[in-house]
RNA sequence: CGGGUUGUGGCUCAGCUUGGUAGAGCGCUGCGUUCGGGACGCAGAGGUCGGGAGUUCAAAUCUCCCCAACCCGACCA
């Protein structure tokens, strides 16, 4: 194509709306542009980089044995009530009235249409099977942000497994995971797994596939000694034990005036340091009020309260709900000898004791609290937030967390769709088994996104071949030197039939805009062609990562051209 | 949904405190000069000042309501 008829709106200033790198560039260099929050359009070069990036993941789907389905974007209710999603998905997922007053939703992701689709499998031997698409989905996101990073509308391919039993289920993950890793290689993506929580997937248990990036929305614990990594959501760190404080063994009340806070009862004469302290949280869960006990000095990780009582709906609970249900406000709170209210509590206070903890009156705190003997404790779990310097669980080193993009996700899913839609197959004995079921998500345009976060520089984008939206551009210095434009031409002929995906910039501008657009478009190799360079017989090769120039015999860039592009294609294979 | 910020031409922003003819840079159009890293001169086009109501002789500016976008938190590919 031809740079002078295409519309690229490059723009020299950032907008002023855009935080995240990928989403300065994706709009300054004429990728996208906003209709409205969490909505976005994708103009020609954008449009050119994503299918290139949806392709990929095509084709590593299709190596593994993946089909490819379209369906609706638009379910009708009854589907989702089936699967009981219609109530848990809550307000994340659009949802409209037809005429004839029939609830319908937008999907957000589609086991419940592939489920009722694998209802025609009838035997075993029909076994595995593995569906996907590429599709649009829709959530009613409470916060786009960071340009395509986090969208209400959005392409993501989805897969989806259905296997005999659970070691089939096993090898479609594998596989699933290995095409993952090809495609983030291939997308030039420092991709890694680690484990997860599932969240309202449900079912058990999932691998994220992980960018780090400032833009990130995750924290991810990282052992920089072994191959320990794991959403802070899930990941556990071993913790030193504590010596017991010096105390008494029996309950004593005591008054602590004004003192509302850990740290303020850690420097109270006669409290204690924050590590023998036990934080009461008062949680409302599904509109059940709940007591969570930590370590003083430990955080509340949510995901893993929501993961450990399978609640959709958690908060904190009003003053007013506190005061009724323990009598006092926040900063006297403990569940000594609650029993009225289900209490849950972190591994982390398992066989403590000589304890502080509030006394569910306001000024006055418990000492001698004994874990085992004064909490009636209904549930332990992992609870706690790792925070970094923690030693790792595995090695013992110092756990870094880094901020991740969230570029991929894998689940085992289980029945619970099977079970629910009845998806069953008669087996070998002749038993009705019901379909054990995987998904598999990769977000494109995220994807796209991610790819820039990690690849760019001051000038722009610095996209890989796999998926710079052009592969090479002709610059042409002075457009209205016939030779120029001729031998241009004729380079321009030659690339095209070797299929390479080549801009030609005719545009009559000064060459330092040319220059600009170029590398602020991430186009990987850029070949000029001046009046003095051909004189001598010579064109420039410039790549885009290192903007090293160099002069290539005008006979022969052509050819010098068309091996890096290939090259530069079988990034990851 | 809670907290914060911002809405002025295609883009970046000034003007608002202290009400009085709507501005700059970039971009765009024309002409000329220039021509290997975002040129220069001259002449132009382009704005319901987010929307509505109010106060006032007079509102971009003051008041109220609404809307939208962005950022920080709770959610996800």
Not at 92 to 97: A, I, Q, S
Not at 353 to 360: C, I, L, P, S, V
Request: hydrophobic residues 40%; glycine residues 10%; proline residues 5%.
């Amino acid at each position: 194509m031809r740079w002078s008829t295409l519309f690229i709106p490059t723009l020299r200033d950032t907008p002023g709306d855009a935080e995240a790198v990928s989403h300065q560039l994706l709009v300054r260099a004429g990728y996208i542009r906003q209709l409205h929050a969490g909505h976005y359009s994708l103009l020609p070069l954008g449009l050119r980089s994503h299918t290139k990036v949806a392709n990929i993941v095509r084709q590593e789907m299709d190596a593994i044995g993946a089909q490819e389905f379209v369906h609706p974007a638009m379910h009708p209710a009854s589907l989702w009530q089936q699967s009981g999603r219609w109530e848990t998905m809550g307000q994340e997922m659009f949802r409209l009235v037809d005429r004839k007053g029939a609830d319908l939703a937008l999907g957000m992701t589609h086991e419940e249409v592939f489920t009722l689709l694998s209802k025609e499998l009838g035997s075993y031997k029909q076994l595995p099977q593995m569906w996907y698409q590429v599709q649009t989905k829709f959530r009613d996101e409470p916060r786009p942000k960071a340009g395509l990073l986090r969208v209400r509308e959005f392409d993501m391919k989805d897969s989806y497994s259905f296997d005999i039993d659970d070691a089939g289920l096993d090898l479609s993950f594998q596989k699933h995971h290995d095409a993952y890793v090809r495609i983030f290689a291939r997308l030039g993506l420092p991709a890694f797994p680690v484990v997860a929580s599932s969240g309202a997937m449900g079912g058990g248990s999932s691998l994220e596939f992980m960018v780090p990036s400032p833009a990130g929305e995750d924290d991810v614990a990282m052992c920089p000694n072994c191959d320990y990594r794991a959403n802070v959501e899930r990941a556990t760190s071993a913790l030193p034990d504590v010596a017991p404080k010096d105390g008494p063994d029996e309950l004593e009340r005591f008054a602590t005036p004004g003192i509302v806070t850990i740290a303020a009862l850690a420097k109270f004469e006669g409290g204690a340091g924050a590590i023998h302290q036990i934080k009461t949280l008062v949680m409302v869960l599904d509109g059940t009020v709940t007591l969570v006990c930590l370590r003083g000095d430990h955080q509340l990780n949510l995901q893993k309260l929501q993961d450990a009582t399978g609640a959709i709906d958690i908060r904190p609970a009003e003053e007013a709900e506190t005061v009724a249900a323990l009598g006092a406000k926040p900063g006297s709170l403990g569940a000594v000898n609650v029993s009225h209210l289900r209490v849950i509590a972190d591994e982390a206070l398992r066989g403590r004791y000589h304890m502080t903890t509030g006394a569910n009156e306001d000024g006055w705190h418990w000492r001698g609290v004994s874990v085992d003997r004064d909490l009636h404790v209904a549930q332990w779990t992992d609870l706690r937030e790792v925070t970094k310097g923690e030693p790792c669980i595995n090695c013992g080193a110092k756990l870094d967390i880094a901020k991740c993009i969230e570029v991929g996700h894998i689940f085992k899913l289980g029945t619970k769709y099977s079970d629910a839609l009845g998806a069953s197959v008669l087996d070998a004995d002749g038993v009705l088994k019901p379909l054990i079921m995987g998904c598999y998500g990769i977000g494109i345009g995220r994807n796209l996104a991610a790819v820039i976060e990690s690849h760019h520089d001051e000038k722009g984008m610095v996209l890989p071949v796999t998926i710079a939206p052009y592969e090479a551009v002709i610059t042409v210095v002075k457009v209205d030197d016939a030779e120029s434009m001729r031998i241009a031409e004729s380079l321009y002929d030659e690339l095209r039939s070797e299929g390479i995906d080549v801009l030609l910039d005719d545009r009559d501008e000064r060459p330092g805009v040319k220059f600009a657009d170029a590398e602020l478009v991430g186009i990987p190799f850029r070949i000029t062609l001046g009046p003095k360079g051909l004189a001598n017989g010579m064109a420039e090769f410039t790549p885009r990562e290192t903007r090293q120039s160099a002069d290539v015999a005008v006979g022969e860039v052509g050819r010098y051209t068309i091996e890096l592009v290939h090259e530069g294609r079988r990034l990851g294979r």
